[in-house]
């Protein structure tokens, strides 16, 4: 298929897609604040999770269905496939590179898919608690 854009109009819409401050994170990050726990956002960590708590070394990642190839909601792209599946296959190995250094440096690490926060943000949330709550307690 076609792209119906010229080159120059499909990297401007490809460069507004936003890295930080999605709307599933701002979502989460707003369920997670209202239950008083504090948080970094971005910190300067392996693979810069989204949200991230010191204290309890415990690490957010929210994932896009498609830049992370879900196995949900994954499409794949109809222009360009060869060079957007590969480039979606790197994330992917990138993903469990990262996940695999941080568990090795002691943290618990959390993927969640974008689908879900928007979906069902309070599951979500109680997903994220849990997790840090454990790590509270020294039951890592």
């Not at 999605?22 to 971005?42: D, F, I, M, V």
């Not at 794949?76 to 957007?84: A, L, Q, Y």
Request: with cysteine; aromatic share 8%.
């Amino acid at each position: 298929m076609v792209d119906v854009l010229t080159k120059k109009q499909r990297s401007y819409n490809m460069a507004m897609i936003r890295a930080v401050n999605t709307k599933p994170e701002l979502k989460l990050r707003k369920l997670l604040s209202a239950t008083g726990l504090r948080y970094r956002l971005h910190h300067r960590l392996t693979g810069r999770p989204d949200i991230v708590f010191v204290s309890r070394r415990v690490a957010v990642f929210i994932d896009g269905c498609f830049w992370h190839r879900c196995p949900k909601d994954f499409i794949k792209p109809e222009t360009r496939r060869k060079f957007w599946l590969t480039k979606i296959a790197r994330n992917v190995m990138r993903d469990k590179k990262v996940n695999r250094l941080l568990v090795q440096d002691g943290w618990k690490v959390l993927r969640v898919w974008e689908h879900d926060v928007r979906k069902n943000p309070e599951r979500c949330r109680d997903r994220i608690l849990a997790a840090v709550n454990q790590r509270k307690t020294g039951n890592a």
